[in-house]
């Protein structure tokens, strides 16, 4: 939960205008050797999509208009 929290901090930062953000969900993607952790952010207007690792939010992956 903690690390959670932090990586919200740092996306807030990283994509200013996309305030209250809200973390919706976090999973596994892909074969043993393309796996990676995605997870998902939302308010009233998008959904942005992250691909995380052990230090953070490495990538965006998608925004979504709702």
Known sequence: VVAQKAQFGQLKSAFGPLQSLTFTGEKVEGDLVTRRNVATF?????????????????????????
């Open 42 to 66: 939302e308010n009233e207007k998008v959904q942005l999509i992250v691909s995380i690792d052990g230090k953070g939010i490495v990538a965006a992956l998608g925004l979504r208009p709702m």
